[in-house]
Nanobody
Framework: QVQLVESGGGLVQAGDSLRLSCTAS????????LGWFRQAPGKEREFIAV????????RYSDSVKGRFTIAKDNAPNTIFLHIHMLKPEDTAIYYC???????????????WGQGTQVTVSS
């Protein structure tokens, strides 16, 4: 199983930018696709973006295209989520997850981090 640790959340103002990080470790973790999801209060968990293990392929939710960018650093095995022009509706717990294939459905991800809270004030 892959262990995932997120960081970088916090309280920010609308219009700010933020970078979230997630470091993966464990057996074969280098070969997993890594993705970001978020869950706002009272809402279901939502897919944001995913990147394959080489960093050569990405997928984004249509709702975040243009403001969110996913990137990968292989040494160590870390992904980043760059968020620009933050909005109050971006307030959520952001989760990192690992899947054996490039996927956008949460059911394909078999390892999850503990989440990091992002709160955007207006």
């Amino acid at each position: 199983q892959v262990q995932l640790v997120e960081s970088g959340g916090g309280l920010v103002q609308a219009g700010d930018s933020l970078r979230l990080s997630c470091t993966a470790s464990g057996r074969n973790s280098n070969y997993y696709s890594l993705g970001w999801f978020r869950q706002a209060p009272g809402k279901e968990r939502e897919f944001i973006a995913v990147i394959n293990w080489t960093g050569s392929n990405t997928r984004y939710s249509d709702s975040v295209k243009g403001r969110f960018t996913i990137a990968k650093d292989n040494a160590p095995n870390t992904i980043f989520l760059h968020i620009h022009m933050l909005k109050p509706e971006d307030t959520a717990i952001y989760y990192c997850a690992a899947a054996p294939v490039l996927a956008v459905d949460a059911s394909a991800f078999d390892s999850w981090g503990q989440g990091t809270q992002v709160t955007v004030s207006s």
